[in-house]
């Protein structure tokens, strides 16, 4: 199995059994909908609400290392959460430019400016 389906596999496997439900977006969910096209990474919308935060954390734990400070209050305000192992993993194969605009765009629908320094900081962390 490709690497990148076998991780999402296993990312959703343990959601599941947390009772959290979870639906592929991004290139992934396009390439098995419409034309199929070359993706790097995996995106994942998790189904719950910002109150339900820390079941999110516990399932992920000790697997998926949250990057921000304080990962309980960024996904209760800004309800995204960035995980150590795929920005490390990924490393020089992310779409910089892509992962930006959107980071951009919800700092603005979330009045938050920290989304692009908190990528850009794990970027510089983790490029080669």
Do not use: H
């Amino acid at each position: 199995m490709n690497p990148l389906y076998a991780s999402l596999s296993r990312l959703q496997k343990r959601l599941a059994d947390a009772g959290i439900a979870s639906a592929v977006i991004g290139g992934i969910a396009v390439s098995v909908w419409s034309r199929p096209r070359t993706t790097d990474d995996v995106d994942l919308k998790v189904l719950l609400d910002r109150d339900s935060a820390r079941r999110l954390l516990d399932a992920l734990e000790p697997d998926y290392i949250p990057l921000q400070a304080d990962p309980l209050q960024a996904l209760r305000r800004n309800g995204v959460l960035f995980v150590k192992d795929i920005v490390r993993r990924q490393g020089d194969a992310l779409d910089d430019r892509y992962v930006m605009k959107w980071l951009r765009a919800l700092e603005q629908a979330l009045d938050d400016s920290t989304l692009v320094a908190d990528y850009q900081r794990l970027r510089a962390k983790y490029s080669s």
